[in-house]
Structures are given as structure tokens and as C-alpha cells.
């Protein structure tokens, strides 16, 4: 009876739309990565940009509804004793390639700290994320949450969390992320890098505050998604003024934020995905696919820069691909594409071959920890 009890509370905690989501999140987030183009601060940059970027919005939106919905049984110290398992371990473990890139070629990999001490720069490197592994700054961030998630719960218990969400989007609008590239840190001391890489975490972890705490609410409240879909015009119209909006304010360059527009696309997204669940697990070739893509999502967030870097050093191509004329933009826009599925297909493959090596060793061993998959 047990057993039978446990195998439907599993079955209620799965939420196929979710797990498609997630999956479609990460290859958001790929796509920012690898498929930019136009010269900086040009206008077809800037324009692409906002379609491809900012991805990082809907996987910190999906870590607050997972949180949410999973927090039926929550214990602090068990809480942190997975996240330490299942996130912490797999990213130190996957931190190596970028460490022994930053050590070897730290000039082409951009190592902000060559010159320190390598036994140094390794927890430098890893308490910061972004210098090994630029995607990886968002590792420090989420244990800031982790760290606040026994007070998350408690304001949500007390009826005072979701109170603050229009105070927490006008944090989100008004206070932007900023930028934090290798040049800029070459005429500041190795201790102002460091402070200037944890004030970035710190300010995406107040801009994203708020992306975190509204899937927390849209999982406590699951009945808006259907909302999202019945105004799903409004919203489209929303997405488009916002993305138009930042397009010109970042061109006039006053002003540039992609989380506003992303936070509109979240709510579409998932309103189209949970409309459509019953079509999508009909479809089973297609579910099993989405599901794989989400199973491996983490994991391929752990890796694929690395694979963007090699990529790039073995075609010469530049991480951001000029457009000479509009003539070559049909061939540009081609070239990042491909890239794209390549570091996608290289990725899944990588995690798919070291997880079935570790399994081959040890049949009982927990990937999860060792990559995230």
C-alpha cells in the first residue's frame, strides 16, 4: 500500500507541461549564446538579441515553480543536503574543463585572474562562476536562494510573499542587470575583479527576485496558466510593446532589460504548453523527445560553452558574427544555426557517453551528481 501511495504522489508531482518547458528553456538560453549576431550596439544586434536572449529568466522561473511545488514535505537541512548533491557537486565537477582552459589558455579563454596563484585563482574562479564558465555565474546566484528558501516559504505561509510581486517587478524593471566583460577588468586590482563579478551575482540575484518568487505563485496558484492561454492576446500584444520598447531605448541607449519582455513570454509559453499538454503526450515521439531535452537540460547548461569555445577556436569563428551587408545576413543567420546544433548535439552527446561510462562502472552510481544528468 505503501508503494502504491508513493508511486501516485510521484505521478501528481510530474507535470509534463513543466517538463517541457524546462527543456525548452535551456535551448533558449543555448540560443542566446550562440547564435548572436550583428556589430555591438547595432541596431540588428541589439533587435536579435532580444528574440534570442535572456533566456536565463525562464530557467529561474522554472527553479521557483519546481521549488513551489516540491515543497510539500520541505525540511531546511535536507533541502540543502540535495541541492549541495544535485547542483553544487555536478558543478564543481563540471567546472574542471573550464578551470584547465582558464590555466592553459588564459588569455584566448579570457581568465580575468591569470597571473594569480592557480591554487588561488581555483576558488576565486568557482565561488564566482562566470570567468570558467560564463553561463555558471548563475550557480552562486540560485544559492542565495537556496540559502533563502526556508524564509520564502515562511512569507508565502503567512500570506505576505506574493503581496510584494508588484514591488519585486518594478525592482526587475528599474534596476538592470549590467555587464561585467574581460576587458573591463584588465586596469582593476585581482581583489576589485573579484568584488566586481559578486556585485553581478548579487544584482541578478535582486533583478531575477522577482521571476524566482512568481513561480512560486503561479505553482501555488496553477489555475492562472489556464488565464495566461484564455488572454493570451493581450499578453502577445504585451510582449511585442515591451520587446519594441527595449529595442529602442537600447539603441538610444538609455536603457536595456530583456527579462520584462521574457517574463510575458514565460506566461504565453506556458499557457500555449499546459493548453496543449493532451496534444503533446499524444504524440509520443515528440514527448519523448521534449522529455530527453528536459532530462539533459542542466546538464547541457553545465557544458555547452565549453563546447562554444572549442567550436569557435576550430572554425575561427568570432562569438558574436558580424553582418557586412543585409546580403549576408541569410548566410549568417545560417551559420549561427548550425552552430547552435551542434553545441546542442555535441553536449547531449558528451553527457549521454559519460553517463553511460559511469553507469558501465558502476550500474548503481547517481549521474545526477557527477553531471547533472
Not at 549576431?37 to 522554472?62: Q, R, Y
Not at 536562494?145 to 524564509?151: K, P, V, W, Y
Not at 586596469?187 to 576589485?192: G, R, T
Not at 499538454?277 to 531535452?293: A, R
Amino acid at each position: 500500500m505503501q508503494n502504491v501511495v508513493n508511486t501516485n504522489e510521484k505521478k501528481r508531482s510530474f507535470l509534463n507541461y513543466i517538463n517541457v518547458f524546462r527543456g525548452l528553456a535551456i535551448l533558449l538560453i543555448v540560443m542566446g549564446h550562440s547564435m548572436q549576431i550583428g556589430a555591438d550596439k547595432s541596431l540588428l544586434h541589439i533587435l536579435w538579441c532580444e528574440i534570442v536572449c535572456g533566456g536565463t529568466a525562464l530557467f529561474i522561473f522554472i527553479s521557483g515553480f519546481l521549488f513551489q511545488h516540491l515543497s510539500g514535505k520541505f525540511e531546511y537541512k535536507n533541502h540543502l543536503s540535495k541541492k549541495w548533491t544535485n547542483v553544487i557537486i555536478p558543478y564543481l565537477i563540471t567546472a574542471i574543463p573550464g578551470l584547465l582552459f582558464c590555466f592553459y589558455m588564459p588569455s584566448v579563454y579570457k581568465n580575468s585572474f591569470d597571473g594569480m596563484n592557480i591554487l588561488a585563482q581555483i576558488p576565486v574562479l568557482l565561488s564566482i562562476g562566470r570567468v570558467h564558465n560564463t553561463p555558471a555565474w548563475f550557480i552562486p546566484m540560485i544559492i542565495l536562494f537556496f540559502l533563502c528558501s526556508f524564509l520564502l516559504l515562511k512569507l508565502e505561509r503567512k500570506g505576505i510573499l506574493y503581496k510584494l510581486l508588484p514591488v519585486l517587478f518594478l525592482i526587475t524593471i528599474f534596476l538592470q542587470r549590467g555587464e561585467i566583460e574581460y576587458e573591463q577588468m584588465l586596469n582593476l586590482s585581482y581583489l576589485e575583479r573579484y568584488l566586481a563579478y559578486v556585485k553581478y551575482i548579487i544584482l541578478g540575484f535582486i533583478h531575477f527576485f522577482s521571476l524566482y518568487v512568481f513561480g512560486m505563485f503561479c505553482s501555488k496558484n496553477k489555475n492562472i496558466i489556464d488565464k495566461f492561454y484564455e488572454k493570451r492576446a493581450p499578453l502577445w500584444v504585451l510582449t511585442l510593446f515591451f520587446a519594441g520598447l527595449d529595442i529602442y531605448l537600447s539603441y538610444k541607449n538609455i536603457y536595456s532589460n530583456y527579462t520584462v519582455s521574457k517574463t510575458f513570454v514565460t506566461m504565453l509559453l506556458l499557457g500555449y504548453l499546459k493548453h496543449y499538454d493532451g496534444f503533446i503526450l499524444s504524440h509520443n515521439k515528440t514527448n519523448k523527445t521534449l522529455d530527453f531535452i528536459a532530462k539533459y537540460s542542466f546538464g547541457i547548461f553545465f557544458i555547452h560553452w565549453y563546447w562554444i569555445f572549442i567550436y569557435n577556436q576550430i572554425t575561427g569563428l568570432q562569438g558574436v558574427i558580424p553582418v557586412d551587408n543585409i546580403e549576408t545576413l541569410p548566410m549568417v543567420l545560417i551559420t549561427v544555426f548550425i552552430r547552435f546544433l551542434a553545441v546542442t548535439g555535441l553536449s547531449i552527446l558528451t553527457l549521454w557517453g559519460l553517463k553511460n561510462f559511469i553507469l558501465k562502472i558502476n550500474p548503481k552510481a547517481n549521474t545526477r551528481m557527477f553531471l547533472g544528468v
